[in-house]
Nanobody
Framework: QVQLVEFGGGWVQAGGSLRLSCVASGRTASNTMGWFRQAPGKGREFVAAITWSDGGTYYADSVNGRFSISGDNAKNTVHLQMNSLKADDTAVYYC???????????????????WGQGTQVTVSA
């Protein structure tokens, strides 16, 4: 089993920045760590992911250019730097991880068997 804990959520004004972190423990061998979010009344959506095998990074169109994912596989840690935040970014942000190497499915939540509890990010307009 893998346990994931997210840190760094909070409240920020539009245009501001926040940095989320996620630490994995347990059986932590993984290929991909990703971030998803769920806004009130909406489904969970992909935000960003990083693949450890090649350091590749992937972003949703809605955050590309504003958010940056990084991490340290040896420390089982991934970060999400969020800049130029908008009210639409308000959501619960979840960290997830998987061992699969299939890059074509990393934007789908069903591809990740392990999830954190989530951290709230609130952006005021």
């Amino acid at each position: 089993q893998v346990q994931l804990v997210e840190f760094g959520g909070g409240w920020v004004q539009a245009g501001g920045s926040l940095r989320l972190s996620c630490v994995a423990s347990g059986r932590t061998a993984s290929n991909t760590m990703g971030w998803f979010r769920q806004a009130p009344g909406k489904g969970r959506e992909f935000v960003a992911a990083i693949t450890w095998s090649d350091g590749g990074t992937y972003y949703a169109d809605s955050v590309n250019g504003r958010f940056s994912i990084s991490g340290d596989n040896a420390k089982n840690t991934v970060h999400l730097q969020m800049n130029s935040l908008k009210a639409d970014d308000t959501a619960v942000y979840y960290c997830a991880t998987r061992q699969s190497t299939q890059s074509g499915i990393l934007r789908f939540e069903w591809a990740y068997p392990y999830w954190g509890q989530g951290t709230q990010v609130t952006v005021s307009a």
